[in-house]
């Protein structure tokens, strides 16, 4: 920019210097760069154009050069690499200079060179937006350091009000980037390892960008990446000792607000709240609620403000009620939360389709949690023992082995409902009445209330029916009901991964010591009639139906 200097210009000089500096100033041909340094790589050019420009303002238009070698991909000598880095360091010394930044006193000429010096700094923190999502570019580690040090600067030196710089300027541009599904996840994860889990002050303002972006979107687009960059935030504060590492230097009355943990704990509440009222999908909700017990409920401090999220995610069905009843029962225990339906709600998942699920093994995890307390009602744990054994009825033998060690647990935990295996009948008459007529089961399969199912007056006359089961290790295993209870306790886990599959290897890989009974004749037919000639009797499918030839 030659023939630019310092002080007040009239009228005509003020448009020359906006001519001088004007945004389609081209970058400086090679002709025009000394003879040393063009016989040179471009490296050492890049060096000398920076050199020029932290010399004298005159040289300000080689910025415009260094912008055109940071925007060509160059895979061989890596010059936009080297272009990059220079400009940090020419835009972090000009914000220190206090070039970018003006003031009532400044000149008019020196405010047309400050917004044009600012408009190149915007081109160029829009060169770094593009390369950290170009999956083409392998220096996105860099960038990020790049811009997380520009936006330190920005702070620091070209703010007025410090946290208005953080919601408008580079940080909040980097942080709508990285939530794109263009953004790479690896990013993400090294933002939350190298900056959020570091500084207190990053961490605040990612929860103040997040949560600004989803009330102007709505969240439609950006709620996966979202879901991603909150996921990784795992360290969080529990004292005010916690909040001590800060990005910047604030002055004492901002730094006051930034080391409360209140203050942290609130801004991290209003995120999540705003990420739960969205309009999640199947998948984000299970997420969410995969996240409930270690990662979003130790942010609140208002733990009943869940409530109509883990309310609805129950009303889904399937295994995300489950999951909604896990988080329930967390802010429980560890929140004191009053929930009366909770175990009305968890028994209403005990249907015939509960031992035929996939998720089988998570759930029965879960309720042998949910049941471990000592504390609860004999009629409570009867209804819950009654069910299960009357849908053991219907499973498979993968489902009844780990039901029955299960039932012997509770009957050992809460030893009040063991008459329900041994119930000796009172008075003659009701023995004479049991011996000719039978007696009817008083369990309410139909009641919704597990307090009111009348299961504590009944038995457990399902396990001796499964100890005549078709399956021999399942029928052995409902014998342990019957034998006196000397275990102390039996590990689910022993017992909770049991299929179809490793149940038909175990029987493979026995060791036969006496063959099987087989059938003694080879049958000439699935349905054969007998012919008089073989010993083969007709069998049954073939007296009630007529094959045709």
Known sequence: ?????????KVAKR????????????????SKLP??????NNQICITWLEQRILESRRHYNHVVTLIHYAQKHDPRYHTDHAAVVALCRVFCRLMIRGNLAKSRETAENEVVIIQWLKARYLEYVDVLILRLINKAADDQSIILSLLLRLVKMEVTYLSVDEEATWRSGTFAKLLRTLITSEADESTRKQYIQD????YADIRYFTFVILASVLSEEGGSTSLDGILSMLSTVKDIPKTQGDIRNFYIEYSPKKKKKLTSLAEHKKQAQETWMTVLRSDLSKAQRKTALGLMSHQITPWFLKAELL???????????????????SGLFSLIQERNLDYPQFYSKLYSLLDRYTLHSKHRSQFFRLLETFLASTHLPAALVASFTKRLARLCLYSPPSGIVFVVPWIYNLLKTHPTCTFMIHREVQGEA????????????????????????SAIESSLWEIRTLQSHYQPNTATIAKIISERFTKQYYSLEDFLDHSYGNMLEAELAKDIKK?????????????????????????????LWKFDA
């Open 430 to 453: 009701n023995k004479k009445s049991l011996a000719n007529q039978g007696m009817g089961d008083p369990f309410k399969v139909e009641e919704s209330d597990p307090m009111l199912t």
């Open 195 to 198: 900056f959020v889990e570091k």
């Open 307 to 325: 409530m109509d999220f883990l309310t609805d995610s129950f009303n889904v069905g399937g295994s995300t009620s489950l999951t909604a009843l």
């Open 1 to 9: 920019m030659p023939g630019l200097t310092d002080g007040p210009r």
């Open 35 to 40: 003879k040393s340094v063009g016989d040179n």
């Open 15 to 30: 448009q020359h210097c906006e001519d001088e500096i004007s945004s389609d100033a081209q970058p400086v041909k090679p």
């Open 515 to 543: 063959p099987p009974a087989v059938e003694y004749s080879i049958p000439k037919g699935i349905a054969a009639k007998d012919d008089g000639e073989s010993p083969q009797q007709d069998s049954l499918l073939g007296k």
